[in-house]
């Protein structure tokens, strides 16, 4: 580090994600000397961070949250603002931003002082998002403590209800979380069975950490993402989507959420979609509420239930 103060901002940065961390991991990582971090962390303290500090060899250094908002900037009015944002931005997954949401919700709530955390409660309680397409949102609570356990490589138990509504309790390292569509997936190594495991995480209840810290654990593939995405689609029907949109490739991925490679670029107003989906019902929705012509060429599952979508409304209509 150039100077003390850089070093200070990067301190904070570090002991702002939600985990323990050694003494020594954090010379290591600052390359600065064990005695050169008490002193900074002493520095953070005069300025009202509480930062906390734990002996033994399981011991470090964690930023706790205090009985006042530490100086991050913020009035109390900012802090309530972005934690109710950062809530909306995290229960309903928004490409591009949704891992972002959660890692910066966790790291607000865990500095929030109780009167704070009260009223964002109780404001997200009072209010009601019209982002959703109907299916139910995912808690902020629940990603938040799945988010600090997998920043911090902790072990994770939880009540799980599989699809059929059988109903385990699960002690995890939990490795990752992916948003993908409409909900959130936790990837995590399960103890119990001995293998790598996908959890939608509106089916978690009651997620605990249980302080223990475990080393990391390389994904099949080394790519979170990719293994979710295998797992899904091997494990529910899916069609392959190929339509003609009257619309820009930039303006369909972004109004349907959907990444920028699933489109194949015509002319400027013209593009095709191809891609895998998982309910037809979704995807016709979306692609009515598009605003522009469009022509679907496969599958034919799709197009016999837009045809029965317009008699319907038709119907509707004339009755």
């Given at each position: ?17 939600p ?30 961070y ?30 309530v ?81 599989a ?8 002690l ?31 089916r ?46 930039t ?69």
């Open positions: 580090m150039n100077t003390t103060s850089a070093r200070l901002l990067r301190l904070l940065s570090l002991l702002q994600t985990r323990e961390w050694p003494g020594t991991e954090l010379a290591e990582r600052l390359e600065v000397s064990p005695r050169t971090v008490r002193r900074d962390v002493d520095r953070l303290r005069e300025l009202g509480p930062v906390q500090a734990t002996m033994g060899t399981t011991g470090g250094y964690r930023l706790a949250a205090g009985k006042a908002m530490p100086p991050l900037l913020l009035d109390d009015e900012e802090a603002a972005i934690a109710v944002g950062l809530r909306t931005a995290a229960s309903h997954p928004v490409d591009g931003i949704e891992e972002a949401s959660v890692r910066a919700l966790a790291k607000l709530e865990q500095v929030l002082p109780p009167r704070l955390r009260h009223r964002v409660n109780t404001l997200g309680a009072a209010t009601v998002s019209v982002l959703g397409n109907g299916e139910s949102s995912m808690d902020p609570e629940i990603l938040a403590v799945l988010a600090s356990a997998t920043a911090a490589q902790e072990r994770l138990r939880f009540a799980y209800e699809a059929d509504g059988t109903r385990t309790r699960r995890v390292e939990p490795c990752r979380l992916v948003a993908s569509g409409r909900r959130w997936y936790l990837l995590a190594y399960d103890n119990d069975r001995d293998d790598w495991r996908v959890f939608r995480t509106d978690i209840g009651e997620p605990r950490p249980t302080g223990v810290r475990v080393p990391s654990r390389v994904p099949p593939g080394e790519d979170a993402a990719a293994f979710v995405t295998r797992k899904l689609y091997s494990s529910a029907p899916t069609y392959e989507v190929v339509a003609t949109l009257r619309l820009s490739a303006e369909a991925s972004r109004k349907l959420g959907l990444p920028a490679d699933a489109f194949h670029r015509i002319d400027d107003r013209t593009c095709r979609l191809h891609g895998p989906s998982d309910t037809l019902e979704w995807l016709a929705a979306r692609l009515l509420v598009l605003g522009c012509p469009f022509e679907v060429h496969d599958p034919p599952e799709l197009r016999a239930y837009l045809v029965d979508l317009a008699a319907r409304a038709t119907r509707a209509a004339t009755s």
